[in-house]
């Protein structure tokens, strides 16, 4: 009985509950079917809360059709007028975290602010050199122009010409062997050098081979020394030879005056030469051509290698070991100064390489002459025989320094014709 009351109470309730749902839905609708609905009030933008869109629902959110988005058109900043011209700080308004204004003109040579006084570091606050265009070079940063110079012009074409002329002499050695005849034993002898003029001359080619060598192989070295020694010891001989480089090169320069003041007298022009210099000497021929105490062709030597390239190679290298007061050592100087000194010492490098042949198995008797400083009537008049007349004449001396105990035999040997 008690579970008949529970259900026909809950059968009431559920039909009380479903006939109010009913009658609130007849009321809403009148007559007619037409909708009583009032819309909703319209809010004027000047109502709207601060940051909120008008016709958005809750939250701002806003609805809109998807295919009548279109799509939101930027404006590069690269479009703007002077952009290529913006310093860094209006780039960075435009283009946040865009630097390429400082590294342009860093590239450009721009100098920076540097803290190092510009007496010790002219260039501190320069990171990269100006674009210059050297013969042969493209127009790029001055360094990397510089290094084309070196590695496509310099290197390649300067080890071709060193290594044409030891071939061309190597080549003339076999064909026509050494010129001339010993200097004889004979009683009579002519000095030729005084010790004054030999210690002169010793001390300059002790030098000049001592930068010669180093030279080559700090410019040459890795294409010919370096895969038979390996790169260790390699490194430690081209650190050696810079060091020697460097010292023997104030020491060249000092015989260098020294070797000018006491030669140029004797390489002045003089009667014959330019028939020497035209004919070659005769050493083609085999009838050598008279000449005076030195022929024609160790005049060109004097004047070109020893005058010429010489204070060329002495001037650009105390430049590069910054021993030149008062001079503003920049990198664009040092590198005209290596260009200056590589082409110079090359050409000088060949010049010599012929007056060293001559000098030693080129022609008998002329190392022997440096060496003891006399020679014999023979040898005097068959290389230079315009000088033997002076000396039989009278007009040069036989013997010019102070006789003393000669390494080939008593001083009375040495006496004038």
């Known amino acids: 009985m008690r579970r008949f009351l529970e259900l026909l109470a809950a059968a009431s309730l559920s039909a009380a509950l479903a006939g109010g749902a009913l009658a609130q839905s007849v009321n809403s609708v009148p007559a007619g079917g037409a909708s009583t609905t009032t819309p909703p009030a319209k809010v004027a933008p000047e109502d709207l809360p601060p940051g909120a869109t008008p016709g958005a629902g ?9 295919f009548e988005v279109k799509p939101e058109v930027k404006r590069d900043a690269s479009s703007e007028p002077g952009y290529l011209d913006q310093t860094n700080g209006q780039r ?11 590294w342009r003109g860093v590239q450009r040579g721009m100098e920076g602010y540097s803290s190092l006084p510009k007496s010790e570091a002219p260039e501190a606050g320069v990171l990269i050199q100006a674009p210059v265009a050297y013969p042969g070079t493209r127009y790029v940063t001055a360094g990397e122009a510089w290094r084309e110079v070196r590695n496509r012009w310099l290197i390649p074409y300067g080890g071709a010409l060193l290594v044409i002329a030891l071939l ?40 000049f081979v001592c930068l010669g060598i180093s030279g080559i192989v700090m410019a040459f070295g890795k294409f010919f020394l370096l895969p038979v020694i390996g790169q260790t010891l ?6 050696l030879l810079k060091n020697l480089h460097n010292f023997a090169g104030p020491l060249f320069a000092v015989s ?11 390489n002045l022009p003089q009667k014959g030469d330019l028939r020497w210099l ?53 990198r664009r100087t040092m590198q005209l100064a290596h260009m200056v000194h590589n082409v110079s010492t090359v050409l000088m490098l060949v010049m010599f390489f012929g007056h060293i042949y001559i000098g030693t198995i080129g022609m008998r008797g002329a190392y022997t002459a440096m060496r003891r400083g006399t020679v014999d009537d023979a040898w005097a ?25 000669a390494a080939d035999g008593p001083a009375d040997n040495v006496r004038p014709a």
Request: proline residues 6%; glycine residues 12%.
């Open 234 to 239: 390699f490194g430690y001989l081209t650190y």
């Open 92 to 102: 960075n308004r435009v283009q946040p975290g865009n630097n390429a204004p400082m």
């Open 278 to 330: 035209l004919h070659f000497g005769g050493m083609l021929s085999g009838k050598e051509l008279p000449s005076h105490r030195f022929n024609a062709g160790e005049k060109v030597v004097f004047w070109g290698g020893v005058l010429l390239l010489g204070a060329i190679v002495v001037a650009s290298g105390l430049v590069m070991d910054k021993l030149i007061p008062g001079l503003v050592y920049e």
């Open 256 to 266: 260098l005056v020294i070797i000018f003041l006491t030669f140029v007298r004797d």
């Open 168 to 207: 061309a002499l190597a080549i003339f050695y076999f064909v026509k062997g050494p010129l001339g005849h010993e200097i004889g034993d004979g009683p009579r002898r002519i000095e030729r050098f005084t010790p004054f003029e030999r210690a002169a001359h010793w001390a300059n080619a002790i030098a």
């Open 58 to 66: 809750p939250g701002g959110i806003q609805g809109q059709n998807i």
């Open 381 to 405: 008049r068959e290389h230079h025989a315009y000088w033997y007349e002076d000396i039989q004449a009278g007009r040069v001396p036989a013997q010019r320094s102070k006789p003393l105990i």
